[in-house]
């Protein structure tokens, strides 16, 4: 119970962000896998624009693959809910921004050009740590 | 009394592994080399500076302020964990192309990396393109930072002619910023005029 209380409990960090901004695109899905955007549900389609904010989810056996415009690399694995709370690029400075929480499932990194930036400019939430990202390849697994 | 505890120790093995915890999975960078980290940066935890995780092919159970890598080894992953790293997209491949002083006009060495970019974009699914244009240091800064932006722009035209999809290129000029080659002011080197191209 305890853990389950835990999971629900950090919806409230919603930016708002430039519609337009396109942070991302997807290279590969596969399974049960979509998007969640505003409410409404994206198909992954190879080559969609990911925008701050969007939720990646999967069920069975699905998969989404994502590459951001910081050149930080996402594998998403199944039964998974990855929300991109925000992400920020300049890219003439090449810093940024850049927050993503793990609700459960697994996460795949390799972090690019907003983690060098600045110390902790890339965090990873899940339902019991916050982590600053400081240059590097990981896995993150939340069990249900 | 005595029923409700029975009760209660059966059921504990089962809230453990629905418990079983938020962890994380230090790898090696893609280079091979150990330099990588993340830190527990909770605000509660006091240390402002966060709690350091370090070392490659290590564990971590992600409760508390104190964190505790376990090694686990290259050969510790998990099945699920290599499939959820081979299924990460390709690293971003870059190319290099060079021009003719103070013009848009590629340089004749450079004409074959069109088609060599081509061949690369059509093998990549979901590919998308950063064009970032540069100057020698020949003539005043602004003045570059405008040429700069024109080569990233007429290489993303001959793109575009050859059907790239113009929605997945994006174009940055950034004059003598940057040099390759670092020069004095005032100095002509082909190896700075150029524009580099991350594909994604």
Redesign the interface.
């Known amino acids: 119970m305890k853990c389950a209380l835990l999971v629900t409990f950090s919806l409230l960090a919603m930016t708002a962000q430039p519609a337009w901004a396109d942070i991302g695109r997807v290279k590969k899905s596969a399974g049960i896998a979509s998007i969640e955007r505003k409410g409404a549900r994206v198909n992954p389609a190879v080559g969609t624009a990911l925008l701050p904010g969007d939720v990646l989810v999967t069920g069975k056996g699905g998969q989404i693959a994502v590459s951001f415009a910081d050149n930080t690399r996402f594998s998403v694995g199944p039964n998974s809910r990855i929300a991109v709370d925000k992400f920020d690029f300049d890219r003439t400075t090449r810093s940024g921004t850049f927050e993503t929480r793990v609700e459960r499932g697994s996460l795949g990194v390799v972090s690019g050009q907003i983690a060098k930036s600045r110390r902790d400019a890339m965090k990873v939430r899940t339902p019991t740590s916050l982590l600053g990202v400081r240059g590097t390849r990981f896995i993150i697994s939340v069990p249900e | 009394m005595m029923r409700a505890g029975g009760i209660s120790i059966a059921l504990l093995p089962l809230m453990l592994a629905?418990?079983?915890?938020?962890?994380?999975?230090?790898?090696?960078?893609?280079d091979g080399s150990t330099?990588?980290?993340?830190?527990?940066?909770?605000e509660g935890c006091g240390n402002p500076d966060?709690s350091?995780?370090a070392g490659s092919f290590t564990r971590t159970k992600?409760?508390g302020c104190a964190p505790r890598p376990k090694g686990v080894g290259q050969g510790g992953l998990k099945p699920?964990?290599r499939?959820?790293?081979n299924?990460?997209?390709p690293?971003?491949a870059r190319f290099t192309m060079y021009f003719i002083p103070d013009t848009t006009v590629l340089a004749p060495g450079s004409e074959g990396m069109i088609n060599a970019l081509a061949e690369h974009f059509k093998a990549r699914?979901?590919a998308?393109l950063?064009i970032i244009g540069y100057t020698d240091t020949v003539g005043k800064a602004e003045y570059n930072l405008t040429l700069s932006q024109k080569r990233a722009d007429e290489i993303k035209e001959r793109l575009v002619e050859l059907g790239f999809p113009p929605e997945?290129i994006?174009t940055?000029g950034?004059g003598e910023t940057e040099l390759r080659f670092p020069t004095p002011d005032e100095t002509e080197n082909g190896g700075n005029r150029r524009v580099e191209i991350?594909v994604?």
Not at chain 2, 25 to 30: A, I, P, T, V, Y
């Open positions: 629905g418990c079983a915890g938020p962890s994380l999975l230090l790898l090696d960078n893609e330099e990588g980290a993340l830190a527990v940066i909770d966060g350091t995780i992600l409760s699920d964990e499939s959820l790293i299924d990460l997209p690293p971003p699914p979901g998308e950063e997945v994006t940055t950034r991350i994604r």
